[in-house]
C-alpha cells in the first residue's frame, strides 16, 4: 500500500461527492471538508484507516473494524472487550488559524476565510509547504486511535482541550502536550485537568484497565504498539511547536518541516509488514 491523500480517497475514489474541488489545491480540498461537512465523512474514522490500523498495530492482530448503524461511516476498532476510536495526531486546523490569526487585525481566530488567507504575506510565500503539511496531516502516518466508552467518553476529547502557547492564540488539541501527559499518566498513575476527566470517566469501565495496565511503565510497548516512534526521543515526548527568538514566520515554519518529517517517518512504519514488525 502507498501513501495517500484520505481526503481524495475518501471523496473521489470511493463515495464519488460531485461538489469536492478535486482540481482545487489541498487548502481548498481541506477548507471543504472541515466546512462543507458533505456526506458525513470522517477521514481517521473511515474504514481504509482502521484497516491500516489493523495491520499495523500488533495488538489488533485478528480482529476487524466495524461501523455502528447510526454512524454507517465511522468505523471502529473492538479489541479484547475495549472499543478504539480514530484521532488525528496533529491538528491541521489549528496550524491554519495561527497563520489566519496572525494576519488578523481583530475578532475570535474561529474560522478561516479561504480568500483572504490565500493574500496573506506567508501563504503566498509558503504555498508549497502549507499544502504539503495538509497532505501529510491526511496521510495515514497522522491517524491513531484511541480508547474509548459511548458511556465514559474518549481520550481524544481529552486532547481538543489541551493546548499550548501559540502565537496570538494557544495552540488547541496540541499533540506535543498530549503525549507528555499521557506520558507522566503511564508512567506515574497521574493526571492533569481534561485528561485526568476523562480517564477517570474511562476507568469506570473495567475493560479499559487492560489498556492501561499495557502501557504503565512501558512506554516503548505504547509507542511499538502504534508506530509511534517518529514522535519521541527515547522514551520522552518530542517537543514540535517551539516559539523562538527567531519569530512567527520561522517559528511556523519549522513546526510544519518537523512535522511533516515525523509523519512521513510514521507512514513508512505503518506499512511495514506484520512480520518485519516483529523484528524492529
Given at each position: 500500500?502507498?501513501?495517500m491523500?484520505?481526503?481524495?480517497e475518501?471523496?473521489i ?8 474541488p478535486k482540481?482545487g489545491d ?6 471543504y471538508y ?5 456526506g458525513g465523512?470522517?477521514?481517521d ?19 476487524q ?10 468505523y ?13 495526531i496533529?491538528?491541521c486546523m ?11 487585525k481583530?475578532g ?14 506567508f501563504?503566498t510565500?509558503?504555498r ?7 497532505y ?16 465514559y ?6 486532547k ?10 494557544c495552540l488547541?488539541d ?6 507528555r501527559v499521557l506520558?507522566?499518566y ?15 470517566r474511562?476507568e469506570?469501565?473495567d475493560?479499559?484497565g ?6 504503565h ?7 511499538d ?8 526521543e ?5 517537543q514540535?511547536?517551539?516559539i ?10 519549522d ?7 515525523a509523519?512521513?517517518e ?10 518485519q514488525?516483529?523484528h524492529l
Open positions: 500500500m502507498n501513501e491523500f484520505i481526503l481524495d475518501l471523496y475514489n470511493k463515495y464519488g461527492i460531485e461538489s469536492y482540481d489541498l487548502l481548498d480540498k481541506f477548507i472541515k466546512y462543507k461537512k458533505v465523512i470522517d477521514p474514522a473511515s474504514e481504509e484507516v482502521m484497516n491500516i490500523h489493523l495491520k499495523s498495530n500488533l495488538l489488533f492482530a485478528g480482529f473494524a466495524y461501523t455502528e448503524n447510526y454512524a454507517w461511516r465511522k471502529q476498532i473492538k479489541c479484547n472487550d475495549i472499543c478504539y476510536r480514530g484521532d488525528t496533529f491538528n489549528e496550524l491554519l488559524l495561527q497563520i489566519a490569526g496572525h494576519y488578523r481583530e475570535k481566530n474561529q474560522k478561516i476565510d479561504i480568500d483572504s488567507f490565500k493574500k496573506t504575506e501563504y510565500e509558503n508549497k509547504l502549507i499544502n504539503k503539511f495538509i501529510w496531516c491526511y496521510n495515514p502516518g497522522n491517524m491513531c486511535v484511541v480508547p474509548y466508552s459511548s458511556k467518553y474518549s481520550l481524544n476529547y481529552a481538543e482541550y489541551l493546548s499550548q502557547p501559540g502565537y496570538k492564540y488547541k496540541s499533540a506535543d502536550r498530549y503525549f506520558c507522566d503511564f508512567t506515574s498513575a497521574q493526571t492533569i485537568g481534561p485528561v485526568e476527566k476523562i480517564v477517570e474511562l469506570k469501565n475493560k479499559f487492560a489498556w492501561r495496565d499495557r502501557y511503565d512501558n512506554i516503548g510497548q505504547y509507542k504498539d502504534n508506530c509511534f516512534q517518529p514522535f519521541f527515547g522514551n520522552s515526548p518530542k514540535f511547536f517551539v523562538t527568538d527567531k519569530g512567527f514566520e520561522a517559528d511556523i515554519k513546526y510544519m518541516e518537523k512535522v511533516i518529517t509523519l512521513k510514521r507512514t513508512k512504519l505503518l506499512l511495514v509488514p506484520e512480520a514488525k516483529n
